[in-house]
């Protein structure tokens, strides 16, 4: 089955314990990108990759890092969370370019206590 | 501010009827697609809709697509109480290489 799974589905940690949240894709899709969605915000964009080791900024990548050493692992990074990074983390993939659809994971609801 | 702005953000109706939701964007873009989330749950890929073209059916989903207005709207058909679920419009721009969502509108079907 074509999915794209994220790990932990949630996370209660606190300030400053820095954190990671796996994202692994099975469809060999090049592009890979991680969005936030905080109500009354929508969904913005974190950071994406078009391919291994080609990673670029999203509108709001302060504070979050990502690497892309395989294919299809997409890890994001929150070195020292802070409350304001509270939020709910969606892991997304698709085929060539940023603007093809996009296939998403579950979720992963992080609080920064 | 956002690429893409659903409206209405909140839309109540009975099931059986139908449901539009409207989204505008502000640049050029290559394409346009409606997603479909579910509470708690991932933002599942609709329809898509490119720039050149004026109008697209995908069961008893109906997109159109109007570039002088900057403007799409979402027409959901017979509608069902499993329609119930948050709509979301995004933007796929030509010089760039991401999707810009909207702020999506909560749709309820009441059974």
């Known amino acids: 089955e074509a999915q794209v799974t994220q790990n932990p589905r949630y996370l209660i940690t606190v300030t400053g314990k820095k954190l990671t949240v796996t994202c692994s894709q099975n469809?060999?899709?090049?592009?890979m990108s991680w969005y936030r969605q905080d109500p009354g915000l929508g969904l913005r964009q974190i950071y994406y990759s078009m391919n291994v080791e080609v990673t670029d900024k999203g509108d709001v990548p302060e504070g979050y890092k990502v690497s892309r050493k395989e294919k299809r692992n997409f890890p994001l990074i929150l070195e020292s969370p802070s409350p304001n990074q509270t939020s709910l983390y969606f892991c997304?993939?698709?085929?060539?370019?940023?603007?093809?659809?996009?296939?998403f994971g579950d979720g992963t609801r992080l609080s920064i206590l | 501010s956002q690429q893409g702005e659903e409206d209405p953000q909140a839309l109540s109706i009975q099931e059986g009827e139908n449901a539009t939701m409207n989204c505008s964007y502000k640049?050029?873009?290559?394409?346009l697609q409606w997603y479909r989330q579910n509470s708690g749950r991932g933002l599942v890929h609709l329809i898509l809709?490119?720039?050149?073209?004026r109008e697209k059916h995908s069961g008893r989903l109906r997109v159109t697509l109007d570039t002088s207005k900057k403007s799409s709207s979402l027409l959901i058909t017979a509608s069902r109480a499993a329609d119930t679920a948050s709509y979301f419009c995004a933007t796929g721009l030509n010089a760039g290489n991401m999707l810009t969502f909207g702020g999506g509108t909560r749709l309820m079907v009441k059974p």
């Open positions: 809709i490119r720039s050149n073209e």
């Open positions: 640049t050029s873009i290559n394409n």
């Open positions: 469809m060999n899709h090049e592009y």
């Open positions: 997304a993939s698709s085929r060539g370019r940023g603007y093809q659809p996009q296939h």
